[in-house]
């Protein structure tokens, strides 16, 4: 039986029909979305800030939200710590990768690698990519329905086709300009649903002081975890060192957050857009971590999973705010629509970003579509748009159908991808050695090795003990110890933390219990973005100094600032008039001339 009362489904319908109208509006006015530069980079007419709102919207999806909360009530604070990772990978992302992606001004960050490597490089990529988003789509839409259904009893098809349909309807018929505006709608709704949690949890619980010391008391806060060993699944090292990593592969070289900075009308504006989004991602980060912290201290004598109110930890928010907010008109609508409004902005910047990477990656590339006039690309885009909208409803249902495997199988393949890709777009950024040869190399040794990893049988991580002490008699399970499910954890930080609570009297896993597991399956999930990048760039390197090298030298407009100008300090400028020209524009010469100003 549904425990939303009619307030909620008012409150969940007013975010679904303000998204959609955003899209109508943006499709009413200004151009009318009737060129590739206004349907793809809004005109490069957006501000930084709407832009920064949307970084984070689409980083920080629904499983993130459930996921992150989750985090905290099973393992303890120690993951908040990625959030030094985000400080350390913001001015890298800023100032190295991103002026070369916004000097090019390409539709696709994949038409860089044809012009630094070649076709294949590029193409391989751009499937890469493709895979990595058509298979996550599904999961960010299907996993929290799930969650959310089982728990307040909203319909399941009901919401996930009601959120797909929206999606994908403002996203084909407003563009990148309503995808950006909705998004920091969208953004807004997921800090109130969160804020509404901890708000309701310092009132019933008798304030934060009270909140923190019955986490302490057990167990939940940590933060200087500092062991050098890799297996141990957070540390101090791993968060802060193979966060960075995933942070890259994310805000660096990725279609859909590098097509949003690449909206803004300046490249100092899309630098600002970067640094603004890093405090409010924390914010959100902190804040989400908090709220599991509520949801501990509410539950910490009598745990959920042991009496069977939930089965997934991305079922303890819902349960929480259905336990404590249901006597609340609309709360509970409030807190639903802020989940879906995580799943719409993951969405739709998928669809958008899938539709302009197929046109400029693979269309244009057959020579029958080159021989067609320009306005040919516009309806198509759109029409891929609308059909990439439906198939991640039908990847959903493939989901629903298949299971878990599917979503491991899905979150696995978008982790492994991240790091093969970031090495490609860094040897062509930072090496002048590096060529195609070496560069296809890396990649398929890269995506090979991480996917050996991420496919292979992992230990089930320990967690924090727990309590039936507390719970009533009709409620009390006691002498049950429920089986730790594996984790299911995305590389991209989008955290499905699937794993069940020991009840009281079960014992965490001892450092044996992983031992009959090759070493390398034992490694933390945060090294694997890492160890990807890492074999791409040495592979790359190597391969590239094998056999004949007869590749021209590297424009300086396809090298990061910092490398570019080391090069001009170290070699003589090359006044030839005959630099490659890319994009109609003398590239070459143009970055010559930047100045340290740029990046440092």
């Known amino acids: 039986m549904s425990l939303f009362t009619a307030a909620d489904y008012v409150v969940c319908g007013m975010m679904l029909s303000i998204s959609a109208l955003i899209g109508v509006y943006f499709a009413c006015t200004g151009g009318r979305q009737r060129s590739q530069a206004e349907y793809l980079l809004a005109d490069r007419s957006m501000g ?95 996993a929290p329905a799930i969650a959310l259904s089982t728990v307040t009893g909203i319909s399941l098809w009901l919401s996930v086709l009601l959120v797909g349909l929206v999606c994908t309807f403002y996203s084909t018929l407003g563009g990148m300009k309503a995808v950006l505006v909705t998004d920091v709608f969208q953004t807004l709704l997921m800090f109130a649903a969160i804020f509404a949690v901890i708000a309701v949890g310092c009132v019933t619980m008798g304030g934060p002081a009270e909140i923190w010391r019955v986490a302490e008391e057990g167990g939940r806060i940590e933060f200087l975890n500092i062991s050098p060993d890799p297996t141990e699944r957070h540390t101090v090292w791993s968060l802060g060192l193979g966060g960075v990593f995933i942070y890259l592969s994310l805000y660096a070289v990725n279609q859909a957050q590098v097509q949003r900075l690449l909206s803004v009308g300046s490249l100092r504006r899309a630098q600002l857009a970067l640094w603004i989004q890093w405090p409010i991602l924390t914010c959100l980060s902190l804040s989400t971590s908090f709220a599991g912290l509520v949801v501990y201290a509410h539950y910490h004598g009598c745990d959920p999973f042991a009496t069977g109110k939930v089965k997934l930890p991305d079922q303890l928010l819902p349960r929480f705010v259905m336990d404590t907010m249901r006597d609340i008109p609309g709360l509970p609508g409030l807190f639903v629509a802020g989940i879906f409004s995580g799943s719409l902005s993951t969405v739709s910047s998928a669809v958008n970003s899938l539709a302009a990477v197929t046109v400029h990656d693979y ?34 249902y493939l989901v629903s159908k298949v299971g878990a495997s599917v979503l ?36 398929l040794v890269g995506l090979a090795i991480n996917l050996w990893i991420g496919f292979a049988p992992k230990p089930p991580a320990a967690t924090l003990p727990v ?19 594996d984790d299911v954890i995305d590389g991209s930080s989008d955290v499905i933390n699937a794993t069940a609570a020991l009840v009281e009297g079960a014992s965490p896993l001892t450092d044996d219990s992983g031992s009959k597991y090759l070493y390398l399956y034992r490694l933390s999930y945060m090294w694997i973005s890492m160890i990807g990048f890492l074999v791409t760039c040495l592979v790359g390197l190597l391969v590239s100094l094998i056999g004949p090298r ?32 890319l994009n109609g524009s003398n590239v070459g010469t143009e970055m010559d001339q930047f100045e340290a100003k740029t990046w440092l």
């Open 408 to 443: 491991t199988a899905s979150l696995t393949i978008f982790g492994a991808v991240g790091g093969p890709l970031l090495g490609v777009f860094t040897l062509g950024m930072f090496s002048t050695g590096a060529n195609q040869r070496g560069a296809v190399a890396g990649l």
């Open 550 to 581: 007869r590749s021209p030298p590297t424009p300086p407009g396809l090298l990061s600032p910092p490398v570019a100008w080391l090069r001009g300090r170290m070699e003589p400028q090359d006044s030839s008039p005959s630099r490659m020209k």
């Open 48 to 142: 930084a800030l709407p832009v920064s709102f949307s970084l984070l919207a689409s980083f920080m999806s629904a499983i993130t939200l459930l996921g992150v909360s989750a985090e905290n009530y099973t393992y303890g604070t120690q993951f908040v710590l990625i959030n030094v990772s985000y400080v350390i990978a913001t001015p890298i992302a800023a100032h190295c990768y991103l002026p070369v992606f916004y000097r090019l001004s390409e539709y696709s960050v994949y038409q860089y690698l044809e012009y630094r490597f070649g076709t294949l490089t590029r193409m391989l990529c751009s499937m890469a990519f493709s895979l990595q988003m058509i298979l996550y789509m599904g999961v960010v839409l299907y």
């Open 363 to 396: 269309v244009r590339l057959f020579p029958c579509w080159s021989q067609q006039p320009a306005e040919w690309e516009l309806p198509l885009t759109k029409l891929l748009s609308l059909g990439y909208g439906l198939l991640c409803l039908a990847v959903s």
């Open 467 to 485: 309590t039936t002490d507390l719970c009533r008699n009709d409620t009390h399970v006691a002498g049950v110890v429920l089986p730790a499910y």
